[in-house]
């Protein structure tokens, strides 16, 4: 009971969503548990490790209890922006709906608890379901062949590199070496090549965005081992003269391999075989609405060209006598990029997506996702310029040049905004070959609603450009943190805490 | 359709504002030559139930560590998963959102990597680490090119007990860049031998030697005289992490990188993926990781925030002269192991150890008892262990699983291992039942 | 008003000589354009660097810069100050964030750089 004397102290009441931030670390008490693991039910063990392999400190930990664990990630988790809460027009990501079917149905215990080293027999559904999604990736792509190893995009092109390069080692061309990339290109690209030992040759690109056929004639040679193109590119356009790009790189020897980053705005519409690619990797986690996790897993298959397909890593999937069956890699050269097969877990989300939609809702998506980027590209240009509009598929990228020069409000300041109204932010300053970009990816899961709402919030911030700069210079105002001193992250990396726990 | 919200007057009306004709026409661009002429090869969409029907009739049609007691390891164990990762990692907000670019917004993210940097960092004794690796592979294989870069020698000595599968994609990967693997043979008792490292490391070229601890065949590894041996090359430590509980850390015997496969923590298997790569390492290598680091800093207002930093190493700034070309990484499994050590604590974990330890040496001694088996390498191990069978350790599988036991993975051809050697792996899940119907197959199999 | 106790490159550094060794930084220009500076990586002291050749890095948050030698000849001392506080290099570009200090091999070389009053008409175009 409170006596008159004592002085309460004052507990100040803060908004809602402030101060969850507290570090676990912090938060620890000596004594304190949350799991017990069942205790062992067997004889007495009297073996002890050695005391060389013993570990002389023991690890330090904070000890809490189940319910403050579950607290502190919620309440952590509150702090994020997610697509459920909204609009994630994040270009180039494909920030589209997850299903939950998808999340039921790879949790099942028969998938989920599957070890990798069991029998084929055993993993007989498995197998299956992961056939059936090469199969419907290698139908999408026009591709005979499909490898669902690698676990990203970026593994993706590696694989895809690695393919490329197997391929002209085997035909004894081993100074076929260069790569062409056009500037448009993401960085993982050049980064790709050059982990497997070949060099990135950079293109430039047509004042309309697209690649230079003549550039492309000039650049070829007997040192061409292929080309990287993302179709549609970067800046959301498709190749047009892709037929006649094939043609110059595959009659100077090399081969065409498609980043399918952007493969979500074809669906239906175009395939890369027919496009004359020999090789393309596909995002899953994009364009077959696998959950970004805040960061992965993702899953990045490549399908390729019955020439390239001996070159594929094993074990693969075949079917003998009624039995689906893991088959060993059939050369010495076969390349292994994962510990096991891959992002299972990701490719069964994946097909569950695919048998949702059917070839007729896979179209749509296409449409409507392309559908939602040139009604948002409609509704901004006047403000917001896109200096490559024609021909926009799924995704533009508007530049914020003008806002700069005007009132001295950069594409940052314009993204940090658009975060005070509950949207996440495009992605900016990419590609480098757009000023102050902006590129905005809305997907075909936002109702036009969204869509409104997200053009009236660039209007009003175009409004405010005018008349409250600073407003913007200082934004995101209602964010739990606001702008961060990257600098000082960079000069002073604070990556781990360190101090002991549970002192409290 | 299931994911799309336009009815027929937003399309209409969507159509108009834009000034096309129609939905096709958006698609012009695309030349006729390579447009797909006919509708997708692929059957029509299907409601939620039937699509759950038919992923449940394929999930049906396995046999998982759910039905069968599993006896399985070689880098991926069957392990217990508490129900508070399930609810955490299946939030809309941790699953749904992506890399966090927009600090502001993606605090929640942001911190969770930091403590999971923060776990690996303890649990290694090193002092950085980075957001996550696809596996304990491809962890393996950055760790590799970092070390031989850091310290300009074009040589990796590896043990010939390391992981086959880690092996394999090493090679695969570091063939581009020129990096040779160079073979540390292992000695009679299964461990690997120190003196022949310093034989191999004498000629000065070596860049980086991996430790794996426990090998491959479950031992315990000399790690300070293997170490000592490693003469100016940068020692690289692949672990499991649940085995740190007990064992020694890599920084404690001079680990400049450490790496593993996270998966114990809270990963299901699945088939083998997605896993949990780790990566931890001395603060001479920071500026050479791979992939994304979280640090620790400040926002406008003073107060403690957090933010994706030391970008410049990375592909989307360096290009060509990237670290590494890894950007979207395994954030949802770092999320889960992350909550798992919150939830063990400093108690919890040693706990998880030793439930592993003694298990697996308790079914060493039931089945050293068996006659007709043996143990060729009696040294120390952690949860996994070689059997020796008179007989051809695939037929014993054959035989266990008959019994519903999956018995270990063969080893036939591996380290100089022959057709009647099986490794088994016995974690915090065995009871002491699951361990007597192991011994008791094994009787009957060798009629004992 | 640039400072015109030394001279200037087109790429933004400036050298000042005295006897043999030149002292090498960015200019203030070349500061404001690059950002906050976070990190930077110098040659070893020792090597021998040709004029025009790529010595180093500097980073920013999101962006990384080669360091171009204006002048050739040998690396006597690097300035260990900017490698702890890389941010003298935004606060005090001129003096206490130079960068290297090189033994010319080849005095002719600083002809070739250009005067204050030549930078400056630089910066104005």
Redesign the interface.
């Known amino acids: 009971m409170e006596r008159a004397d004592d002085k309460p102290e004052t507990v100040p009441a803060v908004r809602w969503g402030a101060g969850l ?1 507290a ?3 912090a938060k ?1 008490r000596a004594g ?7 205790p ?4 007495p ?1 009297d ?1 002890a ?2 005391a ?13 209890s ?1 319910p403050e ?2 607290r ?3 309440q ?10 909204g609009m ?1 027009p ?1 270009g180039s ?1 494909t ?5 939950r ?1 998808n ?17 084929d ?6 197998l ?2 992961l056939a059936r999604l090469q199969d ?1 990736l290698c ?2 792509t026009g591709f005979p062949a499909c490898s669902l190893h690698p ?5 993706g ?2 694989l895809g590199m ?1 393919v490329i ?1 197997a391929f002209h080692l085997a035909r004894g061309e081993r100074d076929r070496d260069q790569i062409l990339i056009p500037d448009s290109a ?3 690209n ?11 040759a950079t293109l430039a690109s047509r004042p309309n965005g697209r690649i230079d056929l003549e550039a492309l004639r000039r650049a070829v040679g007997p040192r061409t081992a292929g080309i990287m193109i993302t179709n549609p590119n970067t800046l959301g ?2 190749e ?1 003269e ?2 006649a790009i094939a043609r110059v790189v595959h009659e100077a020897g090399g081969r065409l391999y498609m980043d399918g980053a952007n493969f979500n705005a ?6 890369p075989a ?3 690619f020999d090789v393309v990797h596909i995002n899953l ?1 994009k364009t077959f ?1 696998t ?8 899953a990045g298959p490549i399908c390729v060209s019955a020439e390239l397909a001996p070159f594929l ?1 094993g074990p693969v999937i075949t079917r003998r006598e009624g039995q689906w069956r893991l088959e060993a890699p059939a050369t010495p050269c076969t ?12 490719c ?1 989300r994946a ?2 997506y ?12 296409a ?2 996702a ?3 980027a ?2 948002v ?3 901004l240009k006047d403000i917001l310029p896109v200096p490559h509009a ?2 926009c ?1 799924h995704e533009f990228v508007a530049s914020a040049a003008a806002w700069k020069e005007q009132h001295g409000i950069r594409a940052l300041d314009l ?2 905004r658009l ?1 005070d109204f509950g949207v ?2 495009p ?1 900016v ?2 590609p480098l070959i757009v000023d102050e970009a902006l590129m905005i990816e809305p997907t ?5 609603e969204s869509l409104d709402a997200f053009v009236a919030a660039i209007r009003q911030i175009h409004r405010e450009a005018r008349t409250d700069p600073e407003l913007l210079h ?1 934004a ?1 105002h209602t ?13 002073q ?6 101090g002991p ?2 002192c409290g | 359709m299931p994911y799309t919200p336009h009815t027929a007057a937003d399309v209409a009306a969507m159509l108009a504002r834009i000034g096309a004709p129609s939905v096709d026409a958006l698609f012009a661009s695309i030349p006729a030559e390579v447009r797909l002429p006919g509708p997708l090869d692929l059957p029509p969409g299907r409601t939620e139930e039937e699509v759950r029907r038919e992923m449940k009739r394929l999930a049906a049609a396995n046999r998982s560590q759910e039905e069968l007691v599993s006896f399985l390891g070689g880098g991926v164990y069957d392990c217990v998963i508490p129900a508070a990762i399930n609810a955490i990692a299946g939030r809309s907000e941790f699953l749904t959102a992506y890399t966090p670019y927009q600090a502001e917004v993606s605090q929640g993210t942001l911190q969770v990597i930091h403590e999971w940097q923060t776990f690996v960092c303890r649990l290694t004794g090193l002092p950085v680490a980075n957001a996550s690796m696809y596996d304990g592979a491809t962890a393996l294989t950055e760790a590799a090119r970092m070390g031989a870069a850091q310290r300009r020698r074009p040589k990796v000595a590896v043990p010939t007990a390391l992981n086959p599968r880690y092996r394999r994609v090493m090679a695969t990967t570091l063939a581009g860049e020129d990096i040779a693997l160079a073979e540390i043979p292992r000695r009679a008792d299964g461990t690997t031998d120190p003196a022949a490292l310093r034989a191999l490391t004498a000629a000065g070229d070596v860049g980086a030697v991996v430790i794996q601890n426990p090998n491959y065949l479950g031992l315990v590894e000399p790690v300070d005289e293997l170490a000592a041996a490693a003469g100016g090359a940068c020692v690289i430590a692949c672990v499991n992490p649940v085995s740190l509980s007990l064992l020694k850390a890599p920084a404690e015997y001079g680990a400049q990188i450490a790496v593993g496969e996270a998966q114990p923590l809270g990963v299901p298997c699945s088939f083998g993926g997605p896993l949990l790569g780790l990566l931890a390492c001395a603060d001479e290598f920071k500026r050479l990781l791979p992939g994304r680091v979280v640090g620790r800093t400040q926002d406008v207002d003073g107060r403690d925030a957090y933010v994706l930093t030391l970008q410049t190493r990375e592909q989307h700034i360096r290009r060509e002269k990237a670290t590494s070309n890894i950007c979207t990484n395994q954030g949802l499994m770092a999320l889960r192991a992350t909550v798992y050590l919150a939830l063990l604590g400093p108690e919890g974990l040693v706990e998880l150890g030793e439930a592993n330890r003694v298990r697996c040496e308790a079914l060493r001694d039931a089945l050293r008892r068996v006659r007709g088996a043996t143990l060729p390498f009696p040294g120390p191990v952690f949860n996994e262990f070689v059997l020796r069978l008179p007989r051809p350790a695939r037929e014993f599988r054959v035989f266990a699983r008959e019994r519903g036991l999956l018995a270990g993975i063969p080893l036939a051809g591996f380290a100089g291992c022959g057709e009647g050697d099986l490794l088994v792996a016995v974690t915090e899940k065995r009871t002491a039942a699951d361990l007597e119907a192991y011994a008791r197959a094994l009787r009957d199999f060798l009629g004992a | 008003m640039v400072a015109d106790d030394r001279k200037y490159t087109k790429s933004h550094e400036w050298v000042m000589v005295e006897g043999s060794v030149a002292t090498v930084g960015v200019t203030e220009y070349a500061a404001h354009e690059l950002g906050d500076v976070v990190f930077l990586d110098l040659p070893e002291v020792g090597n021998e660097v040709a004029r025009g050749e790529a010595v180093g890095t500097i980073e920013t948050v999101k962006a990384v810069e080669d360091l171009f030698t204006p002048i050739s000849g040998e690396v006597v001392e690097t300035n260990q100050a900017v490698v702890d506080s890389p941010e003298l290099v935004n606060n005090d570009p001129l003096d206490a964030g130079w960068l290297i200090r090189v033994r010319l091999s080849d005095a002719g070389e600083l002809n070739q750089l250009l005067s204050a009053a030549e930078y400056e008409e630089l910066l104005e175009d």
């Open positions: 931030q570090s676990l670390f620890g304190r548990r949350a799991l017990r693991l069942p062992w039910d067997g004889a063990v073996t490790l050695p060389a392999a013993r570990r002389a400190a023991p690890c330090d930990l904070p000890a809490l189940e664990v579950m502190h990630y919620t952590l988790s509150t702090l994020n922006h997610n697509i459920e809460r994630y994040l990501c920030m589209k709906f997850n299903p079917l999340e039921e149905v790879a949790a099942l215990p028969g998938f989920a608890a599957l070890h990798p080293e069991q029998d027999a055993d993993a007989q559904g498995l299956e379901a419907a139908r999408l676990a990203a995009g970026a593994h092109e590696f690695q390069r993401h960085g993982t050049p980064a790709s090549v050059t982990m497997v030992g070949m060099r990135p356009l498709f047009t892709i037929g074809i669906l239906g519409k175009a395939r027919d496009m004359g986690h609405s959950p970004h996790g805040g960061g992965g897993p993702g890593p390349p292994s990029v994962h510990s096991y097969f891959g992002n299972v877990g990701v069964l097909l569950a695919i048998l949702s939609n059917g070839g007729d809702g896979l179209t749509r998506v449409e409507r392309v559908l939602n040139n009604y590209l409609a509704c024609e021909g598929l993204a940090k975060l996440h932010a992605t300053y990419f075909e899961s936002e109702p036009k200082n995101p964010t739990p943190v606001r702008r961060l001193d990257e600098a000082r992250a960079a000069r990396p604070d990556l781990a805490h360190l726990c549970n």
